[in-house]
């Protein structure tokens, strides 16, 4: 049997491997158009900070050492050129002699990946405009720094790539403005998530601008100047362009494969073409969405790296299935963690998913601890039967274990009262005896069984003005004085039972406190009573990161920093 | 309805709280035999050590406190003499004032927790002797190492407290040397995961003496001697005694209430006694484990804290039960973390379960980002479908991750196949594109479906040494150079291809490597090509702390350090 792999990195190495420990016998040649294989593409921002200081750590692999281990004849720098199915041949070019030879095989593994999404804005071919997706860019942005000390950068998309080269570029010291089309950076979290990231970014010394689409780029004689939608401009030195990837599905469009949606490959859950003897994998395919069951492109190192081993297993016989993605992704910022996976409000909205949703404010650890810091948790769940559907985390230490304690929970069907009787591991270094994924399987427990309603941060500006509701605020005076809903009244929970009489029984009485936990008590102490009740979920501190968004953008927007 | 609660940590106060914010009306009164409620019990340890330095941070909740929040009247130092389950009284002694009363109820939730215990030998009421289980237990380990600043002290008890205490007095610069009865510390974990645990603490000064009984105590005049079963004898300035607990459930026993194994309260799914109006929760109650259905007393603050909510929901109507436990744990000693869930051999072999077990042997993250730390994992999984049993894990960063995922995935029912579908976070500052856990799924699936064929440490002493089998060691030279399997040949894995003719094609092939990545790939070519393979599950690394374990062992019992 003779294996060609076109594409050597994640997927495509992957199933190369896989494929040789379970055929010794097999032929089996990959082509990389790019001079290395099986990179730390994942790395690639970091090398550019300086965090990962040895090019050599990128690219542990070769192909001699392919070969040596696996006896796997690597090809870089070899572009094919067309896949005629027919024939079952690859026609390909070494990039390096010129030369063009072709190839037959039995079975074929599709593993291009993504390319960097390049608008066809004016000025968009400026050398000065990098995109990053290959070592061979990684290489050449690290350059540009070290050679001509840029003062000023600007990224262009607020994704996985930009933000860390957002990073990146700070800790290198030069002034970095991020540039984002929408309203929010981070696009697997919704907006009120995004909220707490953006105030976070802003405190780092990133000049983040939000709701500031492009217009076109004009290069200067010591820079590159960008001009905005709205008609304002700024000056920088570098750009760094990061607004997304598209499936690199040229070759299997000419070669007359079914495409799908963002002329994603379309495969079958062996990941086989529309071609037989054609599989696919990685960032260049359409797969079902775990939850949802739609379909999506999920560009994302873990199901690539599962895709490839699953792949292989067809080949050699073994019946193998991909059961789908669930886009469970994190990302590092700084000492800041974002974190989700499954469903966010976005998509579950777009799959006309019934969800309701809780917000949860919880410590990494055991507060008399040292170190402990707080997350919030946002976990949408089916309401009629409690299945959780996607979770989204935003905090510092401990929210890459809580995502993929929620990952393992979605990917096992698992409801709120599932997560409620979770035995995680507990320690004071590590945990809380009600660890927060319990937490959160508490409060939907509570609302399923309507031991408690929320309203939500969107609901706010519905309430009545006209005195018919009383919004009370069940913190601590001094939190109060600070800031609070506007009509909303003042009684600390721990004096609420003594102060009843100020609550009119006849209305309904909206309850927060900064988290949602003590008007959660507050809320049963009234409900108990008689009284009609709603929690604001996340309580006021969820909300005054929205209201902090809302009231910053336009000022960053036009804010000083980087030349105007 | 009036509550009464006997013992106001954990499950006791997680249960007053419960009942309160289900039922406005309730009377619900607790009795804490000890000074303070809902103490940070888990926290005890490290206020020894000055990592938790304020004294308040373990004492936050007081009776106070209890009352304004949640309207609680909570009786510290408060002893119940009695409970009369026919008149559904209780008789209480005030400690403070010697004055005794009666209060009855209508229900009764027993949290009475474990006391620490102490072996009936000749010297044990020594006042140089402590042991831990409360708050005052604590000020007066803390006060005795502040005013008499003893320079040694010995730990007896290898389990949690006693570890967590060596590891505090070693960070008070005191000289700690640990007696264990039996071979290993840390009973959650087999012997052979403790093996990396007890090089790991003597590494950091820790005096460990493992099968080393204690015959009895004799005070001296500047400090206590210890004499051994073995003959030895050492003396130091304090002992703190940590061989374990066990239910105290005097109080119950004698109000007739039906006691299990070591005397632990039998409870039936809702948590109810044999008495109906009587619950009880926590270290005291006999469990069902989650895993193997025995029955099993858990002594953890994490069940104890799902168990009050239970009783408390179950007394106010709503059918809650209780799943079980299945012992989920974890431990940070140093910047080691040891965890586990589930079943390990140990008790599997006594619930007479079919197992087989994996060793895997991973990285924290993308080991081309800094910081990245080694973890050994071991899982048990039963043989005919797959289902994950139980996991124990010893490494450094990133251990408490796993073995959550690992309990969530024990909790939904998940397989070793599931496991390697996972689809968790990954970014190279928190994980693998395979993320250790997708690794421990990805053995267990080669093994259900025969790709590979595994022996264990165990077994290498039972190999025959008549030359009818092959012992293939296919790590690099110099690595075999350092230390080898007893008549194994060395050919590495990258040449051994072209080095076939060495290996007789008629013998079984005994291959090993350090970790069993690598030779797994040698097992698949020579499987491939026709041999009858094993491999070593683990690797020459995993069985090199199991060595060095047992050699270490009789030096280390006679060794200097402390005055003998």
Chains 1, 2 share one sequence.
Not at 32 to 44: F, H, I, P, Q, R
Not at 150 to 168: D, Q, T
């Amino acid at each position: 049997m003779k294996v060609l792999i076109i594409g050597g990195v994640a997927g495509g190495a992957t199933a190369a491997a896989r494929l040789r420990r379970l055929n010794e016998k097999a032929e089996i040649i990959v082509f990389e158009k790019s001079g290395y294989v099986s990179y730390a593409n994942c790395g690639l921002p970091y090398y550019i900070g300086g965090i990962i200081e040895n090019k050599k750590a990128l690219t542990l692999q070769t192909p001699a050492s392919f070969k040596k281990r696996f006896n796997i004849d690597v090809r870089v720098n070899s572009e094919v050129l067309s896949i005629n199915p027919k024939e079952r041949t690859l026609f390909i070019k070494d990039l390096q002699s010129g030369k063009t030879y072709t190839e037959s095989y039995d079975k074929l593994i599709l593993s291009p990946g993504a390319k960097a999404i390049k608008p066809a804005l004016p000025g968009i071919d400026s050398d000065k405009i990098f995109t990053l997706r290959t070592v061979e860019d990684t290489f050449r942005i690290r350059e540009c720094i070290e050679r001509q000390k840029p003062s000023s950068a600007v990224v262009v998309g607020g994704g996985f790539i930009g933000l860390e080269m957002a990073e990146n570029l700070i800790q290198e010291q030069i002034h970095t403005t991020l540039l984002q089309r929408s309203s929010q950076v981070m696009p697997p979290l919704d907006y009120d998530m995004a909220c707490q990231l953006h105030a976070y970014l802003r405190s780092q010394g990133l000049d983040l601008r939000l709701n500031s689409p492009i217009a076109s780029y004009e290069e200067m004689a010591d820079g590159i100047k960008i001009h905005l939608k709205d008609g304002t401009a700024l000056e920088t030195d570098m750009v760094l362009l990061a607004i997304g990837v598209s499936p690199d599905t040229q070759l299997a469009k000419e070669a007359g494969l079914t495409l799908g949606a963002k002329d994603a490959i379309v495969v079958d859950e062996h990941l086989q073409t529309s071609d037989k003897d054609i599989y696919a994998v990685g960032d260049a395919i359409q797969v079902s969405h775990f939850v949802s069951g739609l379909e999506a492109v999920i560009p994302l190192a873990g199901p690539a790296n599962k895709q490839g081993r699953i792949a292989a297993d067809n080949i050699c016989g073994r019946q193998s299935t991909y059961q789908g993605s669930q886009g469970s992704s994190i990302i590092k910022l700084f000492d800041m963690t974002c974190a989700s996976t499954g469903l966010n409000e976005k998509t579950a909205q777009a799959a006309g998913i019934k969800y309701d949703k809780v917000i949860n404010f919880s410590p990494s650890h055991a507060t008399y601890y040292p170190g402990a810091s707080d997350m919030t948790i946002k976990t949408l769940f089916d309401t009629e039967t409690g299945r959780i559907l996607g979770s989204q985390i935003v905090g510092f230490d401990g929210v890459d274990k809580r995502v993929d304690v929620l990952a393992t929970a979605i990917r096992g069907g698992m409801t709120g009262y599932d997560l409620a009787e979770l035995e995680l591991a507990y320690a004071p270094p590590f945990s809380s005896a009600k660890d927060p994924v319990n937490m959160v399987g508490f409060v939907i427990e509570n609302i399923l069984e309507g031991r408690v309603k929320q309203y939500h941060w969107e609901e706010i500006k519905e309430l009545p003005q006209d005195g018919s509701v009383t919004l009370l605020d069940v913190r601590t005076e001094s939190e109060y004085r600070e800031g609070a809903l506007a009509g909303s009244i003042n009684i600390p929970l721990d004096s609420l039972r003594e102060n009843l009489h100020q609550i009119e029984k006849n209305k309904p009485v909206y309850v927060n406190c900064y988290s949602g936990l003590r008007s959660y008590v507050a809320f049963r102490i009234l409900s108990e009573l008689g009284y009609c009740c709603y929690n604001l979920s996340g309580g006021y501190g969820f909300y005054e990161y929205i209201l902090y968004d809302k009231s910053f953008d336009d000022t960053a927007r036009h804010g000083c920093g980087v030349k105007i």
